[in-house]
């Protein structure tokens, strides 16, 4: 099946802990992207890649770090530095030149 | 202002009803428009782009007005199924990257 995968589904972690976040594409496509949910907000942007080794951030990266090492993955590292970690974490990816971004499930990370 | 602006509802109607929901944006720039459909604590999915001629999916219709700079989304005969928060998504070319902007979504929920 092709798609975008994302793990764990829910994550829990104490405070002053770093945490990555898994993001994987089988769609072959070239860009891919870091959004936060918040309730009552909408999407924000924290990470963008539009191929490989190459990684731009967004509107809300601070406290965030990321890696584009192979086409499929996109991680993402949250890190005691970002002081509201709590939220919704959906990766997306859309093929080179293409209006639709399609999401993976999301993450769901909660700092205790 | 700002970017693109939704009304968060909820609009409640009953099944079979018709709806109607409007999405604001303030870039005159922005080239591509797109409805996605989220569930409670599921990733947005998208239901469908919004062309300038407007277009028809089934029970959906979605119409864009430049002049006006805003685009709606018209659900006719109201499903349960329906319920849900539908997401109106503004993308425009910024350097050599597409912006992809969200609103903040509007709720519905259809009652039997």
Same mark, same amino acid.
């Given at each position: 099946d092709g798609g975008i995968t994302q793990s764990p589904k829910y994550l829990f972690r104490k405070e002053g802990q770093n945490v990555t976040l898994s993001c994987e594409q089988?769609?072959?496509?070239d860009a891919m992207y870091w959004y936060r949910q918040d309730p009552g907000q909408g999407l924000r942007l924290i990470y963008y890649s539009q191929i490989v080794n190459d990684f731009q951030k967004g509107d809300i990266a601070e406290g965030y770090s990321v890696s584009r090492? %192979?086409?499929e993955s996109f991680p993402l590292t949250v890190t005691?530095?970002? %002081?509201?970690?709590t939220a919704f974490y959906l990766c997306a990816s859309s093929g080179q030149g293409a209006d639709t971004q399609y999401f993976g499930p999301g993450t769901r990370l909660t700092v205790l | 202002r700002k970017e693109v602006e939704q009304d968060p509802g909820p609009f409640n109607v009953p099944e079979g009803a018709t709806v109607a929901f409007n999405c604001t944006y303030?870039?005159?720039?922005?080239q591509s428009f797109f409805w996605y459909r989220q569930d409670c604590r599921k990733e947005p999915k998208l239901l469908m782009s919004v062309y300038s001629s407007g277009n028809e999916d089934g029970r959906f219709t979605a119409q864009l007005n430049r002049a006006s700079q805003y685009i709606s989304l018209l659900i006719r005969?109201?499903?349960?199924?329906?319920?849900a928060t539908y997401l109106c998504v503004v993308r425009q070319r910024s350097g050599g990257y597409q912006k992809v902007t969200f609103g903040t979504g509007t709720k519905l929920q259809v009652i039997p």
């Open positions: 089988n769609l072959n496509h090492e %192979k086409k005691s530095a970002q %002081k509201n970690p | 303030s870039n005159s720039a922005s005969d109201s499903k349960l199924s329906d319920s």
